[in-house]
Every structure is written in structure tokens, then in C-alpha cells.
């Protein structure tokens, strides 16, 4: 089975694990400060708290920020559900955003209409490595006078205009699950320039506290502590992110050359104002169920896009969902992405490509 993504770990990610069995520090410690500071490197933020999950790192972006029951926060409806499920940890009420046609970011056209007195915030998502258009994200922002929350959790890497995804607004987060570019296991990151907004993201997750090892605690808080684990394999993964990201447009530009010209399959839309990092390949076809039933007969794994919000089974009965939702149905309906991984061998690619080629000359 070629599989649609997939971590690289090898010896390299071993040799930093060695490190924190030999310091017996297993958790936040020495190299978790490193892997924060590689961090701030990348993204060009001041500040940057490990937290356990990108899901909690939104949270307590929301938290530090103090949104909660009353209020509302503008989402896009195309996008992984953490994003609307860390609003309704705050207790505040997710609302959906119909997307653009080209990038399937927010349309900051159709946020215009869900505005109301609620309204507290809005959360741009990077999605499937490309950048949400911040140009009009920030002066919709400033216009409303709301908060900007970044999910860049499939960001890392990512720059519109030559700056890091996650670092345009009050506070993003970058996120470290074991599909993402590079990976920690589980993990995320909040990054924020505002001294603080990132003094109460520390105290969300150590227990309402400024340091560890007191057992005074000032403020309400919580465990979302990050693992010297995770920062070791994080350490690791951030050495090799220049060779994944080379590596990952060298798929994709394969994907894009070879498969030029075949009716019905279209690669998406890249904003030139964006450096992607393609975490994911994906196209759209006009027959996406057919499509990723054939390749997975060839032992293909493909994976559809994510189901949109106002879709959700879970939200029934919770949210009342309005609006005209027909962009993100059709982008839904039609999107696939295809094997992205930094492993995938050049003849496995040309395996998908033949077969893409196949299904679509019947």
C-alpha cells in the first residue's frame, strides 16, 4: 500500500530521545526550551509555549484573549474540527464562513455578513499548506475590532508575503500531530508577540501558574504540558524541514507537470502571494469517489477533504447553522489529495500518476 502521508523518523529522532533518558527529565525541561527556540526561529515570533495539542493551544489562545460563553468567533467552514471545537471549549459559539472558491481560506466577502454585537474574533485557517489571505483578513479585523487567532496547524513552514503563517495576528497556533509536515506525535505551539497574552497562555497550561515546582496558584489553570519527548522528536524533525519541504515540492511539481491536461482533474489554486509548503498534494475531480476507489484498488491510499462544518452530524441539535453553504459543498464533493509523503519513492509516484492517467482515459 502506497499511503497518503506518513512521518519521517530514523535514527536522527532516536539520538535526541537518548538525550532526555539520559537527563531523567521527562517532561518541559531543556529540550523543550531548545524546540521553542527553534521555533521562534522559523516563525520570526517573540514568544512561542509548547502545549500538548494544537486543539488546546487554540483554546488557550481563546482563553488568553478571554473569549468565552456570550460570545462568538468567525471560523471557516472548511476546515479540521478542532478549529470550531476549541470555540466551544471556551463556551463561546463558533460561526461559520463560507470559503473561497480559489484557496478554500475564509471569504472575508461572506464574514461581512456575520457580523454582530457577539462577535469577539475571527480564526483564519491556513489549509492544506497554503496561506489564508491575511491582506484582507487584518483590515476586516481592525474594521470590526476583532481579535485574530491563527490556525496555521498545517502551516509550519508557510509564508504570505514572506512572513511566517501564525504570526499576523494577537496569537496563532502551529500544530505537531503525526501527519503534519513534521511531527512531535501529538503536540502544537502557540505563538504570539505579546508579552501578556503569552504570560497567560504559560499560566492556561501550568495549572494557573508563572513557574513550575510552587504550589501557589494565582490564576485557574490547567495541565496542557508539553513532553521532553515530544520536544526530542520535535528537535529532530526541525533539522530535516528544509529536506521535507524541497521534497514536498518536488512531488508536487511531478504531480502538477505529469498530470497537466486531463479533463475533470484540476490541480488547486495556489495565491502568489504565498510560499506554501505542500503538506498536501490535492486536486479536484469530477468523480472523486470513483477516483479513490480505483487508486485504492491499486493499493492507493487517498484521503477526501475535510468534511465541511455545517455537515457535521455532531452539531445537530447544538448549533444553529445558517447561510448559503454551496462553495464549501462543491470544493467537499469534488477534493482529493493524493500520496505527499517526504518517503514516497519516485516509482510509487509514477505509479499514482499511471493510474490517474488510466482511470481517467476509460
Given at each position: ?234 528537535i529532530a524533525q526541525m533539522k530535516k524541514l528544509p529536506k521535507i519541504i524541497a521534497r514536498k ?114
Open positions: 500500500m502506497i499511503p497518503q502521508i506518513q512521518p519521517w523518523i530514523d535514527g536522527e529522532e532516536l539520538e535526541q530521545l537518548k538525550r532526555v533518558i539520559d537527563s531523567t527529565f521527562v517532561t518541559e525541561h531543556k529540550l523543550t526550551e531548545e524546540f521553542e527556540e527553534i521555533t521562534k526561529e522559523l516563525t520570526g515570533s517573540k514568544h512561542a509555549i509548547s502545549m500538548f495539542n494544537g486543539t488546546v493551544a487554540l483554546y488557550s489562545c481563546l482563553k488568553a484573549l478571554e473569549i468565552g460563553a456570550g460570545d462568538e468567533v468567525i471560523v471557516p467552514n472548511i476546515t479540521f474540527i478542532a478549529t470550531a471545537n476549541a470555540v466551544l471549549m471556551t463556551g463561546a459559539k463558533p460561526v461559520f464562513c463560507e470559503i473561497r472558491e480559489d484557496t478554500f481560506c475564509l471569504d472575508v466577502d461572506k464574514a461581512e455578513q456575520l457580523i454582530t454585537e457577539k462577535t469577539k474574533a475571527i480564526m483564519p485557517v491556513h489549509l492544506y499548506g497554503q496561506a489564508a489571505d491575511m491582506d484582507a483578513i487584518i483590515p476586516f479585523a481592525q474594521k470590526h475590532n476583532l481579535f485574530i487567532v491563527e490556525d496555521a496547524a498545517q502551516g509550519v513552514g508557510v509564508k504570505f508575503n514572506g512572513k511566517h503563517t501564525g504570526t499576523f495576528g494577537e496569537l496563532g497556533i502551529l500544530s505537531y500531530y503525526g501527519n503534519k509536515t513534521i511531527t512531535t506525535g501529538e503536540g502544537g505551539i502557540v505563538l504570539t508577540n505579546d508579552d501578556e497574552l503569552a504570560k497567560r497562555c504559560y499560566r492556561l497550561k501550568n495549572h494557573g501558574r508563572d513557574k513550575k515546582g510552587v504550589f501557589v496558584h494565582e490564576h485557574l489553570g490547567f495541565n496542557f504540558s508539553f513532553t521532553e519527548m515530544q520536544a526530542a522528536i520535535g515540492n518536488q512531488i508536487y511539481e511531478k504531480y502538477k507537470n505529469e498530470l497537466v491536461g486531463i479533463n475533470g482533474f484540476n490541480p488547486v489554486y495556489i495565491d502568489p502571494r504565498c510560499q506554501p509548503v505542500f503538506w498536501f498534494t490535492s486536486y479536484l475531480s469530477n468523480d472523486v469517489e470513483g477516483l479513490a476507489g480505483f487508486l485504492l484498488d491499486a493499493e492507493i491510499q487517498t484521503r477526501r477533504f475535510f468534511l465541511p462544518l455545517n455537515q457535521q452530524p455532531c452539531y445537530n441539535g447544538v448549533l444553529d447553522i445558517k447561510g448559503d453553504f454551496s462553495t464549501s459543498k462543491r470544493i467537499y464533493e469534488s477534493g482529493i489529495s493524493l500520496p505527499s509523503s517526504y518517503l514516497l519513492k519516485d516509482e510509487e509516484q509514477d505509479l499514482v500518476i499511471s493510474k490517474i492517467k488510466e482511470y481517467y482515459s476509460k
